[in-house]
């Protein structure tokens, strides 16, 4: 279970870092700007690359076996580096999300250092999926969950739940 619901954005390479053993090796998503031109994100034994370079991590371990089940969770606080996260898992054999859509902002950034001193960031370009699909708004869950807003609910997890009663579902997370 990887549970993005309060990832709020930041750098991506480390998050992609830590999840990239459960991605799995192979291209898992891409930035494309107002131009079509793809800068691909991938995983290479288990640790991010950045169009075929290390992107500062390295000696990752894959998890043995091939994809094994995963339920992510998103709500409206996942966003931006956060959203790469959710974009790096879509396309993704034996994965589903649930919760809410996510903040709505699966971009990258580019800082330019302005001559005052001052400093720019400009949104450059989108995310996109290991199938190509740029992302430019809300990311929608698998399974839509919002929450409970009443007292009486403060401390249930319906999302929680929820991927938890899909993972026992899976044959490959039944005990034998």
């Known amino acids: 279970m990887v549970d993005l619901r309060a990832d709020t954005g930041g750098n991506m390479w480390p998050m992609l ?16 700007d107002a131009d079509g031109n793809n800068s691909v994100w991938s995983i290479k034994h288990g640790s991010p690359y950045a169009d075929g370079k290390p992107a500062g991590w390295s000696d990752g371990r894959p998890l043995a076996g091939s ?20 974009v790096a898992f879509r396309g993704r054999p034996h994965t589903r999300f649930f919760g809410e859509q996510t903040f709505g902002v699966p971009t990258g950034n580019k800082p330019y250092r302005l001559s005052d001193g001052a400093v720019l960031i400009l949104t450059e370009v989108k995310d996109a999926d ?23 609910a403060r401390n249930r997890d319906e999302v929680l739940q929820a991927a938890r009663n899909w993972l026992h579902g899976q044959a490959a997370c039944r005990r034998p």
């Open 130 to 152: 290991r199938t190509g699909r740029a992302y430019d708004a809300p990311i929608p869950p698998d399974e839509e969950i919002v929450k409970d807003p009443r007292p009486v």
């Open 67 to 86: 994809a094994p089940p995963v339920a992510v969770l998103t709500g409206k606080r996942t966003a931006s580096a956060g959203e790469a996260v959710v």
């Open 17 to 32: 870092a830590v999840v990239g053993p459960i991605l799995g090796d192979g291209e898992v998503g891409a930035f494309v």
